[in-house]
């Protein structure tokens, strides 16, 4: 297996063995503004989008895994496999309190999110929608294609949030930031398991990499066309700025231009590197400021000392 998170990482600075493990973690929302970046309705709102998709995507990742795992025979990959799924699993979880604490502020999501669930729970479920007849393996490997592309992106994401020092100049609310670079080091930390899973599972030779590019073709343009609707539905619905603005690429790109948000070329770029036949994510981003963050990470500490305390009690 190459490039997973177990052995040894010379990115980590360490030489040893590395485990990829689910971090207990707890968040207070209780004074997080709804503008949670002060006076940046547009930057708050697009990072927003994270919080409508991953509860069920997330869930969805697990399932899908959960249903490879029987065709996993390294015994390395199958570890890290299921470290994956406990830190996709507790995303999905602590992301979903977030949608909570956005219903308590006035601007409920379900009119979105029930897309998201028919999405991952009808569309992409189990078994192919309409009756298609696409035999279970096909159905199984191109879904796991998928999972591999959408990582792609949270690798690339939970690395420019780690570095993105605009949003402490402007004053970013910690709880939120706590909770976004928690997650995104993790994304960083687990980055190549599911490309990993993809190519253990997914056949092999020419077949395999076409199904890959496959599942980027799909997930690129559906992911930016549910971004920019899902970003579209808060701004039209928050109950702070009076159904007026709208999303707009102007006011996105200033707050980019700010550093609030990943450059466009940031995302894009990212497409073309994971076409290539040599292509693994272990290249992307800094395993070693990801596991730092997590060291670091208040909510991850307060919850291992609570964890410590309770087992000396």
């Known amino acids: 297996m190459n490039g997973t998170g177990t052995g040894a990482d010379s990115d980590t600075g360490t030489g040893t063995s590395y485990v990829i493990s689910p971090r207990r973690v707890a968040f207070d929302w209780k004074t997080t503004p709804l503008h949670w970046i002060p006076g940046e309705p547009t930057a708050t709102h697009v990072i927003n989008v994270l919080h409508l998709l991953l509860p069920a995507g997330e869930r969805w990742f697990v399932k899908v895994f959960k249903e490879g795992l029987p065709l996993v025979t390294d015994p390395e990959l199958r570890k890290d496999v299921k470290g994956f799924m406990g830190q996709e699993a507790t995303h999905s979880v602590q992301h979903s309190y977030v949608l909570d604490h956005l219903a308590e502020q006035r601007l409920p999501t379900e009119a979105y999110t029930q897309h998201v669930d028919f999405l991952f729970e009808k569309l992409l479920g189990e078994t192919p929608p309409f009756g298609a007849p696409v035999p279970a393996r096909e159905w199984l490997r191109f879904r796991l294609a998928l999972v591999a592309a959408i990582e792609q992106f949270t690798a690339v994401l939970g690395d420019w949030v780690l570095r993105a020092e605009g949003l402490d100049r402007a004053g970013a609310d910690e709880i939120m930031l706590d909770l976004l670079r928690w997650h995104g080091a993790e994304e960083v930390e687990h980055r190549s398991v599911a490309f990993d899973m993809y190519q253990h599972c997914g056949g092999a030779g020419l077949p395999?990499?076409?199904?890959?590019?496959?599942?980027?073709?799909?997930?690129?343009?559906?992911?930016?066309?549910?971004?920019?609707?899902?970003?579209?539905?808060?701004?039209?619905?928050?109950?702070?700025?009076?159904?007026?603005?709208?999303?707009?690429?102007?006011?996105?790109?200033?707050?980019?231009?700010?550093?609030?948000?990943?450059?466009?070329?940031?995302?894009?770029?990212?497409?073309?590197?994971?076409?290539?036949?040599?292509?693994?994510?272990?290249?992307?981003?800094?395993?070693?400021?990801?596991?730092?963050?997590?060291?670091?990470?208040?909510?991850?500490?307060?919850?291992?000392?609570?964890?410590?305390?309770?087992?000396?009690?």
């Open 208 to 313: 395999r990499y076409a199904r890959r590019i496959e599942g980027m073709v799909v997930v690129a343009p559906v992911l930016a066309w549910l971004w920019v609707w899902g970003a579209s539905y808060l701004i039209r619905n928050d109950p702070e700025l009076g159904g007026r603005p709208r999303y707009t690429l102007r006011a996105h790109n200033r707050a980019v231009a700010k550093g609030l948000l990943p450059t466009w070329r940031e995302l894009g770029t990212a497409i073309p590197r994971y076409f290539r036949r040599s292509y693994h994510p272990s290249q992307e981003g800094s395993l070693r400021r990801a596991v730092e963050y997590l060291a670091a990470s208040p909510a991850a500490r307060a919850a291992a000392a609570a964890v410590g305390r309770a087992a000396m009690s």
